[in-house]
């Protein structure tokens, strides 16, 4: 039963939630190593041995919100609040266009006042002067409608909103009565309605999660339309509630790993012509390949950090975050070093922009 159900996701049928939850519990490791390579090979077949690289700046870690796994929630006294100077931040985004990648993500604690919005809209014309102009990604939090307009007109042409759980009963119990399922799913319709390439993602090994909830998640990721998706293993945070309740047990964090490959392989195969991003969590639980066994499940972004290394011990979602005190230039000749190892190799000097982005513009007449 199984493998005829990877057929026919590698064949691109549709699949229901329940044959998608049966693809993220593999019988054994054989099967589990048939789904990678499947995986992999439709993201060889659609953008090649090519990975793209978008330069990261966590120019913030000031939030309003207090979301029970996060390092930087609000409530977090032992953190070290910051803003970035505008300098600090175009130099990031200057760093990222010389290195040769392709875009720069600007990520922050989420704000909706005022203020931020006129900072945002004033970094992303500041980049925009820069003789190299990279495609620029905000991860921002919830806006309004009229902020993501502001930003898009101002140069931001991709988002990532992260939903965490889109089953109602999970969410809720990681997140404030305040911060609701339903708002989050607004903020990416706005999204999608300002013209932003829209992402989302969700973490993976949460208490109480089911193999059918993130099925779920996958569904929604389809249903949602989106065009890029990040996501990646659950990872205690010592100062906040949820790392309190429920320490790791030996094996848990890497058993978080291998289901989170599992998810980038048949959000692949689901999903198909989307960036899927190998993202840094991965290398926190594997310091050693966790991001490259992201990309040979079927990822096909990574975001090496550009950031001041002097703000990345205040940026911290989880515990163990990776590259803390490695400068840029250092991150950016391992990275080519790993890519190389596993037959891939970075795009440079171009956006990466996904075929879905494309394709869901052109069925909607844009």
Known sequence: ????????????????????????????????????????????????????????????????????????????????????????????????????????????????????????????????????????????????????????????????????????????AIHPAETTLAARKAALERLKEAGYQTGSGVMIGLPGQSTADLAGDIDFFRTMDLDMIGMGPFIPQADTPLGKSGPDLPGMAEQRLKLSLRMIAVTRLVLRDVNIAATTALQAIDPVSGRERGICAGANVIMPNVGDTAFRKDYQLYNGKPALDENAESIRTQLIGSLAAIGEVPRFHEDGDPPHYFRRMANAGI
């Open 1 to 172: 039963m199984y493998r005829e159900i990877l057929k026919k996701a590698v064949d691109g049928a549709f699949l229901d939630k329940t044959e998608i939850a049966v693809l993220l519990a593999p019988p054994d490791e054989a099967a589990e190593g048939e789904l990678f390579q499947a995986a992999q090979g439709l993201k060889r077949e659609l953008f090649g041995n090519l990975v793209n690289l978008r330069g990261l700046v966590e120019f913030s870690n000031i939030c309003t919100r207090d979301c029970l796994y996060c390092g930087i929630r609000k409530s977090n006294s032992k953190v070290t609040r910051y803003v970035m100077s505008m300098d600090e931040i175009v130099h990031g985004a200057a760093l990222a266009g010389e290195f040769g990648y392709g875009s720069v993500v600007l990520q922050s604690g989420e704000r909706s006042d005022a203020a931020f919005a006129d900072l945002v809209e004033e970094i992303l014309f500041r980049i925009g002067e820069l003789p190299y102009k990279p495609g620029i990604t905000l991860s921002c939090g919830e806006q309004s409608l009229a902020t993501y307009l502001r930003w898009r007109k101002a140069g931001a042409k991709r988002y990532l909103l992260r939903i965490e759980s889109s089953s109602e009963s999970i969410y809720r």
